[in-house]
């Protein structure tokens, strides 16, 4: 029987643990829990201590995903188990997640509804990164960004020197796990209101959300976002030279450039396909 291992990361989260710990330890006893303290303030270590969970500590922040990194290698589960350390997964819905993966998959993915949601802005963003990805992919993706899923440790550390050390960790792994031909499902959840105060902040955080529809389309196929675009500055040219061609008779530099935009677009579309795919080459 493979053996779970269960990594929560936390910065100041103590409130939530203190909950949380007690409730995962009786729902998978025989689970090896690790919380990966970012470098909090609060008493994280002595929560973790009097729950008997095994507690790795950063001196400093370094970030939500590189607390999974870390966590994802100390781990010596066959199976690894990611949740939120803020209280919003429910360790009920671990064994649900687990009997997915048995079915053959190598990554099952808790999916929020709208309800769970942190917020109507967040759950806009989050539909719209959904349907780029699906469309990228050729797959129904139901929560591109869900911190909690279930996947097993040897296809997930394939990708640890992809994942970065903020917050779009979920976002990388789903689509390195798509890019790579492995088996991802999704399990509808429910999530409960977090405990204690988001470490997201919405301006800074905006613009890193905005980079992550780059990185979706970068991470699997970087000329399925490249070449429309493309394609729209050239037509933009052929409009542009039509109307000046009937106004003045002429060719001008606005034809000239919008064209020149649509080839540059498309080679760096090209090259950046190019190292997608040495990305993800592996040698045997």
Same mark, same amino acid.
């Given at each position: 029987?493979?053996?779970l291992?269960?990594?929560?990361?936390?910065?100041?989260?103590?409130?939530?643990?203190k909950?949380?710990?007690?409730?995962?330890?009786?729902?998978q006893?025989g689970?090896?829990?690790?919380v990966?303290?970012?470098?909090?303030?609060?008493?994280?270590?002595a929560?973790?201590?009097?729950?008997?969970?095994?507690?790795?500590?950063?001196?400093y &922040?370094?970030g939500?995903?590189a607390?999974?990194?870390?966590?994802?290698?100390a781990?010596?589960?066959?199976i690894?188990?990611?949740?939120d350390g803020?209280?919003q997964h429910?360790?009920?819905?671990?064994?649900r997640?687990?009997?997915r993966?048995?079915?053959g998959?190598?990554?099952?993915?808790?999916?929020?509804?709208?309800?769970?949601?942190a917020?109507? !802005? $967040?759950?806009l963003?989050? #539909?719209?990164?959904?349907?780029l990805a699906?469309?990228?992919?050729g797959?129904?993706?139901?929560?591109?960004t &869900?911190?909690?899923?279930?996947t097993r440790?040897?296809?997930?550390?394939?990708?640890l020197?992809?994942?970065p050390n903020g917050? &779009?960790?979920?976002? #990388?792994?789903?689509?390195?796990f798509?890019? &790579?031909?492995?088996?991802?499902?999704?399990?509808p959840i429910k999530a409960?209101?977090?405990?204690?105060?988001s470490?997201?902040?919405p301006l800074?955080?905006?613009? $890193?959300? %905005?980079?992550?529809?780059?990185k979706i389309?970068t %991470?699997?196929?970087?000329l399925? %976002?490249?070449?429309p675009?493309?394609?729209?500055? =050239?037509? %933009?040219?052929f409009?542009?030279y039509?109307?000046?061609?009937?106004a003045?008779?002429?060719?001008?530099n606005?034809?000239t450039l919008?064209?020149?935009a !649509?080839?540059?677009?498309?080679?760096?579309?090209?090259?950046?396909?190019? =190292?997608t795919?040495?990305?993800?080459?592996r040698d045997?």
């Amino acid at each position: 029987m493979s053996r779970l291992s269960i990594i929560l990361p936390a910065k100041n989260e103590a409130a939530a643990l203190k909950n949380l710990l007690p409730r995962l330890t009786a729902a998978q006893p025989g689970a090896e829990i690790i919380v990966v303290d970012d470098g909090s303030t609060d008493d994280t270590k002595a929560v973790c201590a009097d729950s008997g969970v095994t507690c790795l500590s950063s001196p400093y &922040s370094m970030g939500n995903g590189a607390a999974i990194k870390r966590g994802a290698r100390a781990a010596i589960g066959d199976i690894l188990v990611f949740m939120d350390g803020d209280g919003q997964h429910d360790p009920a819905d671990i064994e649900r997640l687990v009997a997915r993966l048995e079915e053959g998959y190598d990554m099952v993915i808790g999916a929020r509804d709208w309800e769970s949601q942190a917020g109507v !802005g $967040r759950g806009l963003a989050n #539909t719209l990164y959904n349907w780029l990805a699906s469309r990228m992919t050729g797959h129904v993706v139901a929560d591109l960004t &869900s911190g909690f899923r279930v996947t097993r440790a040897h296809r997930f550390r394939e990708f640890l020197h992809l994942l970065p050390n903020g917050f &779009s960790y979920p976002t #990388t792994s789903t689509m390195a796990f798509f890019r &790579s031909a492995y088996g991802v499902a999704y399990e509808p959840i429910k999530a409960a209101e977090r405990i204690g105060k988001s470490h997201i902040k919405p301006l800074k955080d905006g613009i $890193r959300f %905005l980079l992550i529809i780059f990185k979706i389309a970068t %991470l699997y196929s970087p000329l399925k %976002l490249f070449a429309p675009v493309s394609l729209a500055f =050239i037509g %933009l040219g052929f409009v542009n030279y039509a109307f000046t061609y009937v106004a003045s008779g002429r060719l001008t530099n606005g034809s000239t450039l919008m064209w020149s935009a !649509g080839v540059i677009v498309f080679l760096i579309g090209l090259v950046s396909e190019q =190292i997608t795919s040495l990305t993800y080459r592996r040698d045997e």
